[in-house]
C-alpha cells in the first residue's frame, strides 16, 4: 500500500476562496483523522470518522470547515470562505482500529493570503 | 488547555548527551503513542504503551508510562544528530475516542 496519501501538497489562495483538501486513507483502515498543525497551537484535531460516519466534529473551528467521506476510500476537507489565520499544514491520518498505529500523510501546507 | 502538555518545547544538545521529555496530563488514558516527526513530514510511531508502569526499549530509546496512566516520558542516551525532529505524545482517554496530540518536543542534537 503506498500509505496514505493527500492532495494538494501544497495550496496557496486568495483569501475568500473556497480550498479543499483531499485524502485518500489506507486501505481496510476503519478511522480517518483531520488533523491541523501550527507552530502556535501544535497539532490539533479537527474531525475523525469511523466507517465513514463522522463521530466528532467538535474540533472543526466554525462553519467555513466541512469534511465529508463519501466512501471507505476518500475524504475532503473543505474552508469556504477561506481566512488568512486559516493558513497551516493539514494532515490526514488513517487507522485501522482503536488502539494501533495513525498512519498519517505528508500533509497539505496551506496558505492563504 | 492542551490536554497533554509535553515539556520542553525546545531542547538543544550536543552529540553524546543523554535527555529526557516529558508528557504529562491531569486525566488517565487507555494507552499512550510517541511520534516522532521530521520536517516536510507527516508523524510517524515510535512506540505504543498502554500498561501503567510499562517500560519499552527502542534501541537508545526508552519510553515509560506512568503507574497511574497520567504521564509518560521519553529517555534517550548518547543522542545522535539523527535523533533531530519533533516529538509528540499522543493518546486517548479513557472512555473516549479520540487522539489527541501534544505540542511536541522540537529536539535538536549538534555534532
Known amino acids: 500500500d503506498a500509505g496514505v496519501i493527500q492532495s494538494p501538497r501544497h495550496e496557496v489562495t486568495e483569501m475568500g476562496q473556497e480550498v479543499t483538501l483531499r485524502c485518500k486513507p489506507i486501505s481496510g483502515h476503519d478511522y480517518l483523522f483531520w488533523y491541523r498543525q501550527t507552530m502556535m497551537r501544535g497539532l490539533e484535531l479537527l474531525i475523525y470518522?469511523?466507517?465513514?460516519?463522522?463521530?466528532?466534529d467538535s474540533g472543526m473551528p466554525e462553519d467555513r470547515f466541512s469534511a465529508k467521506m463519501p466512501n471507505a476510500s476518500f475524504s475532503t476537507l473543505k474552508i469556504q470562505p477561506s481566512e488568512p489565520r486559516d493558513s497551516a499544514v493539514y494532515f490526514c491520518?488513517?487507522?485501522?482500529?482503536?488502539?494501533?498505529?495513525?498512519?498519517f500523510g505528508q500533509g497539505t501546507r496551506l496558505t492563504v493570503v | 488547555t492542551q490536554l497533554l502538555e509535553q515539556s520542553p518545547q525546545f531542547l538543544s544538545i550536543q552529540e553524546g548527551e543523554n535527555l529526557t521529555v516529558y508528557c504529562n496530563s491531569s486525566s488517565v488514558f487507555s494507552s499512550l503513542q510517541w511520534y516522532r516527526q521530521e520536517p516536510g513530514e507527516g508523524p510517524v510511531l515510535l512506540v505504543t504503551?498502554?500498561?501503567?508502569?510499562e517500560v519499552k526499549k527502542l534501541k537508545r530509546l526508552t519510553f515509560q508510562f506512568g503507574d497511574a496512566r497520567k504521564d509518560s516520558s521519553l529517555h534517550i542516551t548518547a543522542a545522535q544528530p539523527g535523533d533531530t525532529g519533533l516529538y509528540l505524545c499522543a493518546g486517548a482517554r479513557q472512555g473516549a475516542q479520540k487522539l489527541v496530540f501534544g505540542q511536541g518536543t522540537r529536539l535538536t542534537i549538534n555534532p
Open positions: 504503551v498502554v500498561t501503567g508502569g
Open positions: 491520518a488513517s487507522r485501522l482500529r482503536w488502539g494501533g498505529e495513525a498512519f
Open positions: 470518522f469511523n466507517n465513514n460516519v463522522p463521530i466528532d
